[in-house]
T-cell receptor, first 107, second 113 residues
């Protein structure tokens, strides 16, 4: 079993839709949590850190449930430019990456 | 964007040949990392460095070695490349581990025939 599991998708949604991605992690010692974004054939870039209280950055909301070892990312009012692969990442001494969830936003 | 470059950006080589990939940073970050990315696996840590001449193994270190003689350069060497090492290799840097963001280089696409 992989340490960080994500639904690979693809998620195909129309512009303006709300889409949610889920991620589970297996190691309860994980201490820090992140969502990274990776465009096709590009390097990953930090989208946002994830805090226990939940946090929001514009159209993006991240939630963490330590008891269930579950992380989520909600994107509201999807834009064409949101099309990318979203990587769930946990840190417990080193970074562990999920395989990513691919999102395509269509006109 | 963080100042990280990788060279070469693309390489095709044959099984059994040595290959060295270079990562260069201009941010003076202490920590540097080498990852490989394969379909269905996400990024996996190969080796990392926490200072000049200080390196340690990651999750998938077999068949790879690293060296860091200067703060700005981190080299990844495949002593004898195998087809299973065909992958996209990313270098990353961070000021500290854990809660700090990692900044990634543009990647090197390596094909071992």
């Amino acid at each position: 079993r992989k340490e960080v599991e994500q639904d690979p998708g693809p998620f195909n949604v129309p512009e303006g839709a709300t889409v949610a991605f889920n991620c589970t992690y297996s190691n309860s010692a994980s201490q820090s949590f992140f969502w990274y974004r990776q465009d096709c054939r590009k390097e990953p870039k930090l989208l946002m850190s994830v805090y226990s209280s939940g946090n929001e950055d514009g159209r993006f909301t991240a939630q963490l449930n330590r008891a269930s070892q579950y992380i989520s990312l909600l994107i509201r009012d999807s834009k064409l430019s949101d099309s990318a692969t979203y990587l769930c990442v946990v840190w417990r001494g080193d970074m562990r990456f999920g395989a990513g969830t691919r999102l395509t936003v269509k006109p | 964007d963080a100042g990280i470059t990788q060279s070469p950006r693309h390489k095709v080589t044959e099984t059994g040949t040595p290959v060295t990939l270079r990562c260069h940073q201009t941010e003076n970050h202490r920590y540097m990392y080498w990852y490989r990315q394969d379909p269905g696996h996400g990024l996996r840590l190969i080796h990392y460095s926490y200072g000049v001449k200080d390196t340690d193994k990651g999750e998938v270190s077999d068949g790879y070695s690293v060296s860091r003689s200067k703060t700005e350069d981190f080299l990844l060497t495949l002593e004898s490349a195998t087809s299973s090492q065909t992958s996209v290799y990313f270098c990353a840097i961070s000021e500290s581990p854990g809660s700090n963001e990692q900044f990634f280089g543009p990647g090197t696409r390596l094909t071992v025939l």
